[in-house]
């Protein structure tokens, strides 16, 4: 094999050969015995074949910190740390707890580990395949484009299949252990009931190819924008969170908070992201940067999502608020004919919104009311020119039937 650093190539195979010794001298000292899975590989043609494979993962975690002060871990994060590529590992724990050697541990040396041993089927030491998973590692440090990948879970939301919402985002279902493989400690930064409750299975999970001098994505920006879509689609009780976790080329990388609006759940009843709505909020996950250049509209976002979580008169507040940045003084009027195609609802309509510029309390409808016309506004694509529609339909030289569809 070619060997891009001859240097850290023999300090990490030091520190997994020497593991490796230290581990099987602790089941021999101990009398342990490694205990094993059995698992059967059935064939279209032939027997049906049985595989004891040991789990080595719980024995080596059980062991972390003996592992980590070991001479031979100390020389490995010596040379770790002359590479420059190691240290993109370090700077993702910057000032979050760990030091930046205990995250070059846990993310390069022990997963090697870890991966080495499964590779293996325990602490039989077998020269290609440590050559194989190091050349992993190598292709990850030292490559052009590395594979970040961010995982949130979710709650309030179920789907039956998995959920595109763009390049590279999607809802799924979690797949059972893929957290707590990379983090033991994932289950204790688990919505309560996750995995066992059917509006608590499923995960977000932003996929991007980065470059190697390239920061990774800003993924709590970009998993609270996802929330924010679906909320607006579905009208769903929908959190992310309370943390999201981050793989680099399938190494664990980072565990970092979602944004507060996101990973609070707001009041409501859970909802199933069906295949209509599903392509609506990847439309509007994929309109939310006009937000960007249009401050009205920005703000309307803002304070409807406040809304969620408010109780009248707040609420009622923030939802005036929002109706005046999106339509402006007149939105009583406005809203109306934007929302309600029929008479008698337009009229209904407008004497919700009536009362609620008048200072009156939120209603569920009114509420519901600012969604659907963030709704139409983000897909319409400018607010102003939607704004001058609306106007021209009240004078009757006009329509807004064409806007009706997307609410």
């Known amino acids: 094999m070619t060997v891009r650093s001859p240097h850290l190539h023999h300090a990490l195979r030091s520190f997994v050969l020497g593991a490796f010794a230290y581990l099987l001298r602790e089941l ?13 590989h059935g064939q279209r043609r032939g027997p049906t074949l049985y595989e004891y494979r040991p789990l080595v993962t719980g024995f080596i975690e059980e062991r972390e910190g003996l592992l980590r002060s070991r001479e031979d871990a100390l020389i490995a994060l010596e040379e770790l740390r002359r590479e420059p590529a190691a240290a993109i590992y370090a700077r993702a724990h910057a ?17 090697l580990l870890l991966r080495t ?42 789907v039956g299949v998995a959920v595109d919402l763009g390049p590279g985002i999607r809802l799924r279902a979690a797949a059972e252990g893929e957290l707590a493989r990379h983090w033991p400690e994932a289950g204790g930064l688990l919505p309560q009931g996750f995995g066992r409750e059917p509006d608590r299975y499923c995960v977000a999970e932003l996929r991007r190819a980065v470059g190697g001098d390239e920061d990774v994505p800003d993924a709590p920006a970009e998993i609270a924008d996802v929330v924010s879509s679906v909320r607006l689609a579905t009208a769903a009780p929908l959190a992310a969170g309370p943390v ?31 295949s209509f709505r ?18 009205p509209l920005a703000e309307a976002l803002d304070r409807w999502e406040l809304s969620l979580f408010q109780h009248d008169p707040f609420r009622a507040e923030q939802l005036r608020a929002a109706f005046s940045a999106l339509l402006g003084a007149t939105w009583p009027l406005r809203a109306s004919v934007l929302l309600e195609d029929e ?22 409808g009114s509420a519901d009311a600012v969604r659907r016309a963030l709704v139409v506004a983000l897909r319409h694509g400018d607010r102003e020119s939607l704004v001058r529609d609306l106007d021209r339909a009240l004078l009757g030289v006009g329509s807004t039937r064409a806007l009706y569809a997307a609410v």
Not at 249 to 268: E, F, M, N
Not at 348 to 357: F, G, R, V
């Open 28 to 40: 021999d000292e101990t009398g342990t015995t490694l205990p094993f899975a059995f698992e059967e």
């Open 95 to 111: 000032g979050s707890g760990p030091s930046s050697d205990d995250a070059l541990f846990r993310t390069v040396l022990f997963d």
């Open 117 to 158: 041993a499964e590779a293996c089927g325990g602490f039989d030491w077998d020269d290609e395949t440590f050559d194989r998973v190091y050349t992993e590692l190598e292709r990850s440090l030292f490559g052009e484009r590395r594979t970040y990948v961010a995982v949130a879970p979710l709650v309030g939301l179920s």
């Open 244 to 274: 999201l976790f981050e793989t680099l080329d399938g190494r664990p990388y980072g565990i970092r908070p979602v944004l507060p609006i996101a990973a609070t759940q707001p009041p409501g009843e859970p909802t199933r992201l069906d």
């Open 278 to 295: 599903g392509p609506l909020a990847a439309d509007l996950l994929a309109r939310l940067v006009l937000a960007d250049a249009d401050t």
């Open 343 to 364: 008479a008698t609802a337009r009229e209904q309509m407008h004497a919700d919104l009536a009362a609620l510029a008048a200072g009156g309390g939120g209603t569920t």
